[in-house]
C-alpha cells in the first residue's frame, strides 16, 4: 500500500466524521414545539450555517480522497 493511497483513506475517513457533525448541527439548529395547538418553530441561523459548511467540506473531502485512491491505482 503506497502513501498516496493511505492519504485518500484517511481523508475519506475524516470526510465522513465531518459530514456526521455538520448534519448533528443541522439537525440539533432546529427545534419544532407543539403548544396548544400552536406550532412553534425556533431555528439558530448560524448553528445551520455552520452545520451546512461542514457538510459542503465533507462533500469536498471525500471527492479528493476518492480522487487520490483511484489515482494510486
Known amino acids: 500500500m503506497n502513501a498516496s493511497k493511505l492519504i485518500g483513506i484517511v481523508l475519506i475517513v475524516i470526510s465522513l466524521s465531518v459530514g456526521y457533525v455538520g448534519f448533528n448541527?443541522?439537525?440539533?439548529?432546529?427545534?419544532e414545539i407543539n403548544f396548544l395547538g400552536l406550532k412553534i418553530d425556533a431555528s439558530n441561523e448560524e448553528g445551520q450555517t455552520q452545520g451546512y459548511l461542514y457538510l459542503g467540506l465533507a462533500i469536498l473531502l471525500f471527492?479528493?480522497?476518492?480522487?487520490?485512491?483511484?489515482?494510486?491505482?
Open 63 to 73: 471527492g479528493g480522497g476518492l480522487y487520490t485512491v483511484n489515482k494510486a491505482k
Open 25 to 31: 448541527k443541522v439537525a440539533n439548529s432546529t427545534k
